[in-house]
Structures are given as C-alpha cells and as structure tokens.
C-alpha cells in the first residue's frame, strides 16, 4: 500500500493556485497552522497581484494616451467595477461626464478587462 499523498485536483475553486511539490509547506510537528498557510499564501500570490495590477496599468495607458494617463491611476478592480483616481478635479469632471461611456466600451473589448461593468473616477493624489 502506497503512503504517497494524492495531488489536489485543478478545479474551479482553485484557479489561479498552483500545486507543486516544491511549493508545499513543511508543516512542524506534523500540521500547518492556520497562520503559516495564510503567511505562505500571501507570500505566494504578492507578485501575481502587482504583475496584474502592472498589466491592467498599461492597457489603460494605451487606451486612454500617456498624457491622461500620468494624470490617472487603476486603484482596484473588483466585482466588474474599475475605481479610477485622478489628479485634478478639472480632468476628473471631464472624464466622468463626457468619455466615461466611450471608455467602458473601449475596455469591454480588451481581454484584461472582461467582465467590467461601471468605471468610477474620484479625486486622489499621487
């Protein structure tokens, strides 16, 4: 009879999280606690966040031209909603009433920004 652990299955539960071996936490005393698999975890996933983050920043620099763009900044994209902050209450004003529309649809059709439903835009300062 084999000792060997089974491999988790790939699910959609699970998207995004890769198993291997090498990637396995050595549990002391024979169990992880809730703490080192949590510390492990974010550990793991920091980079893939920023890479995204990184990746998203650059689609909407292509979209909406460097000028705009040194004046705007991705803040989250969650739930189908992109928060945006700009800069200046002028250009803030100008977005969200005359190009918000044109926006939305121009990221619709970008691979990185599936699933988007409303761009928010509020005043920040960076």
């Known amino acids: 009879m084999s000792t ?8 959609s539960n699970c998207q995004g999280i890769h198993w291997s071996q090498s990637h396995r ?3 002391r005393g024979g169990l992880a606690s809730v703490k080192e698999i949590l510390k492990h975890w974010i550990k793991e996933n920091r980079g893939a966040r920023q890479a995204g983050k990184e990746r998203l920043s650059a689609c909407w620099k292509q979209l ?3 000028e ?17 902050e ?11 009433t005359y ?10 059709l970008l691979d ?3 699933g988007i ?7 920040g300062s960076f």
Do not use: C, M, W, Y
């Open 68 to 84: 705009i763009a040194t004046h705007t900044r991705i803040t989250t994209f969650v739930k189908g909603e992109l928060l945006v």
């Open 25 to 27: 936490i050595e549990p």
């Open 64 to 66: 909406v031209g460097e």
């Open 86 to 96: 700009v800069d200046s209450a002028s250009l803030l004003n100008e977005l969200s």
């Open 4 to 11: 060997r652990r089974p491999e988790p299955r790939n699910n």
């Open 117 to 123: 439903q409303r761009i928010r835009f509020r005043t």
């Open 112 to 114: 990185d920004f599936q």
């Open 99 to 108: 190009f918000q529309k044109d926006i939305l649809e121009s990221l619709r």
